[in-house]
């Protein structure tokens, strides 16, 4: 690395803590998250944030490999990491609630066309008998009043 990209960095970091000194305080979250339990799914460590408690903190727990149970750690949420989280929860929630009415609409549109498509069916059925009924009527007219069989006698 050369000087100046080292000196770069260094001012990159320095705006960084000035504009939000979270992200440096305390590092040693990062490092208790990463010593955390391996147990789920993915691997991931297990991290804790009860929101809705009545004490309106956002402590942050992490569950304890050796008994299994949540350990509360010193660290705090910031109140806009859990705002932002929310908002793009409810959004998300909104987005799925939308696209299930919308499949519900579909739905009911393809039963309502597959309705009238048996209804056209019932339709041409008829149409195809009433057809049939006025060639007949048709043909006993141009004969006279008589049918094709005594037409021959």
């Not at 956002?58 to 304890?64: F, G, R, T």
């Not at 490999?65 to 705002?83: E, M, S």
């Not at 739905?107 to 498509?117: H, Y």
């Not at 019932?122 to 009433?130: D, G, M, T």
């Amino acid at each position: 690395m050369t000087v100046m990209l080292i000196k770069l960095i260094e001012d990159v970091v320095r705006t960084a803590q000035k504009i939000c000194p979270c992200i440096f305080d305390k590092r040693e979250l990062f490092k208790m998250i990463q010593k955390g339990p391996k147990n789920s799914a993915v691997g991931d460590p297990c991290i804790y944030i009860y929101p809705n408690r009545h004490d309106h903190s956002l402590a942050v727990y992490i569950k304890d490999a050796k008994t299994g149970r949540k350990k509360k750690t010193d660290f705090v949420l910031p109140l806009w990491i859990w705002n932002n989280t929310s908002a793009l929860l409810k959004r998300r929630n909104e987005l799925a609630a939308k696209v299930g009415r919308e499949t519900a609409e579909s739905r009911r549109q393809e039963d309502r066309v597959e309705k009238l498509s048996s209804q056209v069916k019932l339709v041409k059925k008829e149409v195809f008998s009433i057809r049939k009924d006025l060639q007949s009527i048709a043909t006993y007219l141009k004969t006279g009043g008589r049918t094709p069989i005594h037409a021959n006698h």
